[in-house]
């Protein structure tokens, strides 16, 4: 069984009110797939995952590096977001490094508002490697700052709507 690493936590701040702060735990805020879009807090860690590139990891084991629940894992397998290598059928699912990233990517995905539609069709078009190069991922990252700059827009709007509102209201 390989160890976990992963890297010391950077405290980030977002503007307007929006506070994203690491902790030691990968995507701790992530309750997927049934996740509230209105959390908007998003903790996260760098995940490093130091094994041999060959091995293979179980679900348990994945799930606790991911902080993904197994059953959203069976689920973005279903869907054919994730694949698992298994010896015979009924064999337990084992997932790759390459894997373990793509479960990253998932989760920063749906934080920055994709949902598992627009991640399917996104992560078609990665090759199915660590690290991924930045003529890869460069487009990809826009397309993901768009949607969070958007996201950004909407709330901002949400305030002023509510501003005003409460202002009327107390007329």
């Not at 902080?67 to 064999?91: D, N």
Request: charged share 30%; with cysteine.
């Amino acid at each position: 069984m390989c160890k976990r690493k992963l890297c010391e936590p950077a405290l980030f701040r977002a503007t307007d009110d929006f506070t994203a702060s690491a902790s030691n735990r990968v995507l701790q805020s992530m309750d997927l797939p049934s996740r509230s879009r209105a959390n908007h807090a998003v903790q996260y860690v760098c995940p490093e995952l130091t094994c041999p590139a060959d091995e293979l990891i179980h679900i348990r084991e994945m799930s606790e590096r991911t902080s993904v629940p197994a059953s959203s894992l069976r689920y973005y397998e279903k869907l054919g977001l994730i694949m698992s290598e298994r010896e015979t059928s009924g064999s337990q699912r084992r997932y790759s490094k390459s894997t373990f990233y793509k479960i990253i990517l998932i989760t920063l995905a749906q934080s920055a508002g994709f949902n598992l539609d627009e991640i399917a069709e996104q992560l078609r078009n990665l090759p199915d490697i660590h690290p991924l190069p930045p003529k890869v991922w460069g487009p990809l990252h826009k397309i993901w700052e768009r949607r969070i700059d958007q996201r950004v827009a909407e709330l901002k709007q949400l305030k002023i709507n509510l501003r005003r509102c409460t202002r009327d209201a107390s007329r």
